[in-house]
C-alpha cells in the first residue's frame, strides 16, 4: 500500500525559503522506474506541477520555477525534500507531493499541506 | 509549455444520468512509444486529486466502470455513465508527454 504525506511549515514570511518533506511508504525510490513528484494549488485555483525526481537521481524542474527549486531525495529514510527559495505571498498554496510511475504517472498523492505566504 | 483546455467549467447533473468533459490539447500527445499519455484525475472536496483514467482509456485500480475515457492526438473526453452523489468534485486532465505537466483548468460536477 503506497502512502505519502507532506510535513514543513504552515506559515512562512516574504523573501524567506520553504522547505517540504514527502515521506513515503510502500514503495522505494531506489526501484527502475519509480519517482517522486511535487505539485501545488493555490486556494480556489487548479493544479501547477512543480518538480519530479526519479529512482536514477534524475531531476526535472518547472521553467517558470526552475530558479528558485531544488529537489532531493534520500533513499534510506523514504523521504523527498523540496526547497523552494524566496517565497512570495502568490506562493500561498497547498502542496502535494505524488508517487510517480511510468515517467509521469501521478498516482498516488499525499493529503497536502497548506503553505501560507505571509508577513 | 502544452495548453490544456477543458470544456465546461462546470455541470450540474441529476444522478443516474451521463456527464461528459471534454479535454484539448494544444499538441498531440501520441507519443513514438505509441502511447498516449493523457490522464484523468478527480478532487473530491477536501481531498488530494486521485487519478480516475490513464493513457486516455485505463480506469486506475479502484476506479468504477462507469467511468470511461476515450480520444486521441489532441481531443480526449471523460464519460460518467450514471453519475452518482460521489462522484462530486472537480476534475482535472493532464498531459504527460512532455515537461512541464501541465493540467487543465478543471471542471466542477455537481449534482442537481
Known amino acids: 500500500q503506497i502512502t505519502l504525506k507532506e510535513s514543513g511549515p504552515t506559515l512562512v514570511k516574504p523573501t524567506q525559503t520553504l522547505t517540504l518533506t514527502c515521506t513515503f511508504s510502500g514503495f522505494s525510490l531506489s526501484t527502475s522506474g519509480v519517482g517522486v513528484g511535487w505539485i501545488r494549488q493555490p486556494p480556489g485555483k487548479a493544479l501547477e506541477w512543480l518538480a519530479l525526481i526519479y529512482w536514477d537521481d534524475d531531476k526535472r524542474y518547472s521553467p517558470s520555477l526552475k530558479s528558485r527549486l531544488t529537489i532531493t531525495k534520500d533513499t534510506s529514510k523514504n523521504q523527498v525534500v523540496l526547497t523552494m527559495t524566496n517565497m512570495d505571498p502568490v506562493d500561498t498554496a497547498t502542496y502535494y507531493c505524488?508517487?510517480?510511475?511510468?515517467?509521469?504517472?501521478?498516482?498516488?498523492w499525499g493529503q497536502g499541506t497548506l503553505v501560507t505566504v505571509s508577513s | 509549455d502544452i495548453v490544456m483546455t477543458q470544456t465546461p467549467l462546470s455541470l450540474s447533473v441529476t444522478p443516474g444520468q451521463p456527464a461528459s468533459i471534454s479535454c484539448k490539447s494544444s499538441?498531440?500527445?501520441?507519443?513514438?512509444?505509441?502511447?498516449?499519455?493523457l490522464y484523468w484525475y478527480l478532487q473530491k472536496p477536501g481531498q488530494s486529486p486521485q487519478l480516475l483514467i490513464y493513457?486516455?482509456?485505463s480506469r486506475f485500480s479502484g476506479v468504477p466502470d462507469r467511468f470511461s475515457g476515450s480520444g486521441s492526438g489532441t481531443d480526449f473526453t471523460l464519460k460518467i455513465s450514471r453519475v452518482e452523489a460521489e462522484d462530486v468534485g472537480v476534475y482535472y486532465c493532464?498531459?504527460?508527454?512532455?515537461?512541464?505537466?501541465?493540467f487543465g483548468q478543471g471542471t466542477k460536477l455537481e449534482i442537481k
Open positions: 493532464m498531459q504527460g508527454i512532455h515537461l512541464p505537466l501541465t
Open positions: 493513457e486516455v482509456s
Open positions: 499538441q498531440s500527445l501520441l507519443h513514438s512509444d505509441g502511447k498516449t499519455y
Open positions: 505524488a508517487h510517480v510511475i511510468a515517467a509521469a504517472d501521478l498516482d498516488y
